[in-house]
């Protein structure tokens, strides 16, 4: 039905693609090292700044969250303060019911 040559292998077209992909990556590999002295000092140019601007943002972000988690904590510390003065007056309160 089939004819000797025109056979499925499976291997040779497995070989056939990987000699693709590497043949790409070699074309593109040259590409960007020829390439890489013109792109990089424009991509530094337009990184830099957006990479200050990410820095800032990022840094002005960590001081809001320390101003919040501060004031979190002296928000539960003041209830835990609450609590233990209850807990006091309650005590105190049936102590002073069991005396009279």
């Given at each position: 039905?089939?004819?000797?040559?025109?056979?499925?292998?499976?291997?040779?077209?497995?070989?056939?693609?990987r000699?693709?992909?590497?043949?790409?990556?070699?074309?593109?590999?040259?590409?960007?090292?020829?390439?890489?002295?013109?792109?990089?000092?424009?991509?530094?140019?337009?990184?830099?700044?957006?990479?200050?601007a990410?820095?800032?943002?990022?840094?002005?972000?960590?001081?809001?969250?320390?101003?919040?988690?501060?004031e979190?904590?002296?928000?539960?510390?003041?209830?835990?303060?609450?609590?233990?003065?209850?807990?006091?007056?309650?005590?105190?309160?049936?102590?002073?019911?069991?005396?009279?």
């Amino acid at each position: 039905m089939s004819a000797k040559g025109s056979q499925f292998k499976p291997n040779q077209t497995l070989q056939n693609v990987r000699n693709l992909a590497t043949d790409r990556a070699i074309l593109i590999g040259i590409g960007a090292v020829a390439l890489a002295p013109i792109l990089l000092p424009a991509v530094a140019k337009i990184g830099k700044p957006i990479l200050k601007a990410a820095i800032k943002t990022s840094l002005n972000l960590y001081e809001k969250s320390q101003g919040a988690v501060a004031e979190a904590g002296e928000m539960f510390w003041d209830v835990v303060a609450e609590s233990k003065a209850e807990i006091t007056a309650e005590a105190q309160q049936r102590f002073m019911n069991g005396k009279k």
